[in-house]
Structures are given as C-alpha cells and as structure tokens.
C-alpha cells in the first residue's frame, strides 16, 4: 500500500520568509496529492491539490509542485503571516479511490 | 452550509465504560470515514464506509465498532474503551476528490 513521509515535523519561520514542506510518497499508481491545513482546535481543510498530469500548481500564495518520477511533491508558502500557522498534512491517493494515505504532519509557526 | 459535525466535542471517561461518538454529514457523501490523530503518527484511519451498511476496517481498527444505517449518520463506537485510545478523533466523508473533515472529538480514558 501507499506510504507517505512528510518532512520537516516542525518549521519555524519569520513573517514574510517562504516555507518549504516536502513530502515522498511510495505507490507509483497514486495520482492526487492533496494539502490540508489543520488550525488550532479545528479539522484539517483543503487548501491546494495537484494532479499528476501537471507539475506545479499556485493559488495566491501558496504553490505545490509535484515530480513524479522522483515520487516527491512540496507545498510552498510566500510571504508568510502569523494566521498561516497551523499542522499542514500532504496525502496520495488515486482521485477515484477512497483509500487517502496521510504524512505525519508538519506544524508550521510564523513568528511576527 | 456544507459540513461534518460530530459530537461531542471533548470526552473524558474511564476504562470499560462504553461510549459512542456521533458524526453527521449533510453532503449526501456515499464515503465516510474515521481516523485517529496522535502525535508523530498523523492521521490514521480507523474505520470506512463505502455506502449503508458497508463498511470496512482500516490501519488501527482494533477495539473500535462502527455502523452505517443512514447515508448521513457514521457513530464510531468504544465498547470499551482503554487508555491507549485517548487521542484526537476525526470524522470525515469524501467526494471522489476532496475529503471534508468533522471538527474533531478529543477523547481521554482515564
């Protein structure tokens, strides 16, 4: 089955500075890599997904690229604020199965 | 508004004593699903549904029931629990893309 490694556990960044999270990922079938948020106190929700038949997608500030021959793919923050901290999780799975495998988790803090 | 609700939102409770922890979803989502969340571990899924009355055991099923009556309603049940379940529950359903996340039990077994 699918196996995804997420790195680093925790990333500490100054407001304003970029932060990079890297997750690998095992099953060569899987062909959707979603990123969820997770906020104090709250469920983890979506906030980008990429497809494998394309290689980097942006939405404002936040970016993921993927490469799928290396079977690793990022989440990329810009000019990050103090609401963007939270547990960020990466997942693979196929887009039609159900079976989501999950990172461990990467708890982001931007300090101001 | 579209969401995943679960109650309750915060239990403590003691070893053996039975509990059930509710979760509802006003998506008409066909897949439901529970995980639980530990830290280093991520999310780890207990149990699924694929549709009523079909359901299936995930990575950590063990000392956990589930039942799916209704579309909507997904309850995880404990008959009893222990210690080693004190964690942070999520409920979720699922379109054939996104998953919608509950807002999360976080359960303590004393």
């Known amino acids: 089955g699918e196996n995804v490694e997420q790195h680093p556990s925790t990333l500490s960044v100054q407001e304003g500075d970029s932060a990079v999270i890297k997750c690998t990922y095992s099953?060569?079938?899987?062909?959707?890599f979603p990123w969820y948020k997770q906020e104090l106190g709250k469920g983890p929700q979506l906030i980008i997904d990429?497809?494998?038949?394309?290689g980097e997608k942006k939405d404002q500030r936040i970016a993921v690229t993927l490469n799928k021959t290396a079977k690793h793919f990022s989440l990329h923050i810009t000019e990050t604020q103090p609401e963007d901290s939270a547990v960020y999780f990466c997942?693979?799975?196929?887009?039609?199965?159900?079976?989501?495998?999950f990172g461990a988790g990467t708890r982001l803090t931007v300090k101001p | 508004e579209a969401q995943v609700t679960q109650n309750p939102r915060y239990l403590i409770t003691v070893t053996g004593k039975k509990l059930t922890v509710t979760c509802s979803q006003n998506?008409?989502?066909?897949?439901m699903s529970w995980y639980r969340q530990d830290p280093g571990l991520g999310l780890r899924q207990i149990y699924y549904?694929?549709?009523?009355?079909?359901?299936d055991k995930g990575d950590v099923p063990e000392g956990y029931k589930v039942s799916r009556k209704e579309k909507r309603n997904f309850p995880l049940i404990l008959e009893s629990p222990s210690p080693n379940q004190t964690s942070l529950y999520f409920c979720?359903?699922?379109?054939?893309?996104?998953?919608?996340f509950g807002p999360g039990t976080r359960l303590t077994v004393l």
């Open positions: 979720a359903s699922k379109t054939p893309g996104e998953q919608f």
């Open positions: 099953d060569s079938a899987s062909n959707y």
């Open positions: 990429i497809r494998s038949n394309v």
């Open positions: 997942a693979a799975t196929m887009y039609n199965n159900n079976d989501m495998r």
């Open positions: 998506m008409n989502h066909e897949y």
């Open positions: 549904s694929m549709n009523v009355e079909v359901t």
